[in-house]
């Protein structure tokens, strides 16, 4: 955790930016695998309970009363019969002292002060739960039905959250600097394990256990398969075959929870064909397209809609797509190739936030997210800030149902080449993922060393 200023000045400024009421950051609870003593594992965090709180215990929960200015952390101590399976951990009362939180109480005194703010109808605020056991625990508290929940959550809260945890701190990039070091081992790690004969689970396998040996955990289960047409592809038993690609999405989280996510894409055989190469190119061409356009007051879907055009434009020439780019692109054309956005914020969680609904995360009152196939799934849009830290991904995919899918239908005909299409069938899919810092006027990278993307610089790493 960071010093304990930190906390205070960071509950000082939500005060500030809420105004009234009382505030309940409910941490996260240990998570049963098949039995309750065995959760998985290592324990995780709530990412807005550890912005204001730092502490990484299970079953606590913050509680800010504005109106009266005072903070307190609650939790049970745990008892001997745990010290003796698990060792001696700090008490709720030292944990609250490291926060800078000059109260602490057990959870039956949480039942006292959530009645006494109802009895007295005064605004309680707290964020949309994501965990079944949360919901239940809010719904015993407040009386507030699970399926009621998330339109219960404070918007107020939900704002002022958003607006402090969009921009980083320094001590923030320093860990996020920190995750795509372990990154970076992760990924140059896959270069080196991917030849013909491995599994793909041999090789996510490795990428992940990386990730726990310097940090806490992965930021994200790894995506490594030969199927990169797939978007969330788990690493299956199939063997690496020699002319294939190999997609390796994985990122890593430091002890203090702060996350890389990263994305190479790899030929089996440590050489690009020429096909591959023609769509690769594509690919790394949008990826530094996106690094030069973003920048402060720079909406990223703007960034998000260039790309499109970019990719557009080069498969055309490749004789994929055809007609008119402008409207090609209005009409979702490219989506056929990207069904997804350009890139996500990026924080304490992989889609940084993302609990607490991309409406207010990634879009606002100028920008709202869009319904269209391909670009609904773009998760940020709005204008970037320096601070901000958000992933630059595009991805070039042949899904065979999809090309069914349209091919059946007729959807984009005037701009797609079906014909062609169904030679591709077999070729999986490309991404290139890094994450980028905005600046003062314009963005890098994270991370003291590139994982290799350029094509040149991919094959020469992997061949040595
Ligand atoms: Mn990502």
Redesign the pocket.
């Known amino acids: 955790m960071f010093e304990k200023d930190t906390y205070i000045r960071r509950r000082a400024e939500l005060k500030k930016m809420v105004q009234n009421g009382v505030i309940i950051f409910f941490g996260n609870n240990e998570s049963p695998c098949n039995f309750p003593n065995n959760g998985y594992y290592p324990f995780r965090q709530d990412s807005s309970f550890l912005y204001y709180f730092g502490a990484q215990r299970d079953g606590l929960v913050g509680v800010i009363d504005i109106d009266n200015d005072t903070e307190t952390l609650i939790g049970n101590d745990i008892d001997i019969d745990d010290i003796v399976w698990y060792g001696a951990v700090d008490s709720v009362k030292d944990m609250a002292t490291q926060a800078g939180v000059a109260h602490s109480a057990s959870m039956k005194q949480l039942k006292t002060i959530c009645y006494d703010a109802l009895r007295l109808k005064r605004k309680i605020h707290f964020l949309p739960p994501y965990r079944h056991d949360t919901k239940l625990q809010i719904f015993d508290l407040l009386g507030i039905h699970p399926h009621q929940q998330k339109e219960s959550a404070s918007i107020e809260l939900i704002k002022a959250v958003v607006k402090m945890r969009s921009v980083k701190e320094d001590q923030e990039v320093e860990e996020l600097e920190r995750a795509a070091e372990i990154g970076y081992k992760m990924h140059t790690t896959a270069m080196k394990l991917i030849k013909p004969g491995v599994t793909e689970k041999f090789v996510g396998g490795q990428v992940s256990g990386i990730a726990g040996s310097y940090g806490a955990m992965v930021s994200f289960p790894t995506i490594f398969s030969q199927h990169g047409e797939i978007m969330h592809g788990n690493p299956s038993m199939a063997v690496l075959e020699a002319g294939r690609l190999a997609l390796c999405d994985a990122g890593a989280e430091t002890m203090n929870n702060y996350c890389s996510?990263n994305t190479r894409t790899m030929p089996v055989s440590g050489k690009f064909t020429q096909r591959q190469l023609e769509i690769y190119s594509i690919v790394e061409a949008c990826h530094d397209l996106a690094l030069e356009l973003s920048k402060p007051g720079v909406k990223y879907y703007d960034v998000h809609m260039d790309i499109c055009r970019l990719m557009t434009d080069r498969l055309k020439e490749l004789g994929l797509m055809k007609g008119d780019t402008e409207e090609a692109v209005r009409a979702g054309a490219h989506a056929m190739f990207l069904p997804h956005g350009l890139?996500?914020m990026m924080g304490m969680d992989?889609h940084d936030m993302e609990s607490l609904d991309q409406r207010y995360v990634g879009f606002d009152d100028e920008i709202q997210p869009s319904t269209q196939f391909g670009t609904s799934a773009l998760r940020m849009g709005r204008r970037l800030e320096k601070g901000f830290v958000v992933?630059d991904?595009p991805g070039i995919y042949f899904i065979p149902a999809l090309i069914d899918s349209w091919k059946a239908t007729g959807h984009c005909k005037e701009f797609l080449n079906f014909e062609l299409l169904e030679t591709y069938k077999d070729f999986g899919g490309i991404r290139i993922?890094d994450d980028i810092l905005i600046t003062d006027n314009g963005c890098r990278i994270i991370g003291k060393e590139q994982i290799p993307y350029h094509p040149k610089d991919v094959e020469d790493y992997m061949a040595s």
Request: glycine fraction near 14%; avoid cysteine.
């Open positions: 996510d890139g996500h992989v992933t991904e993922e």
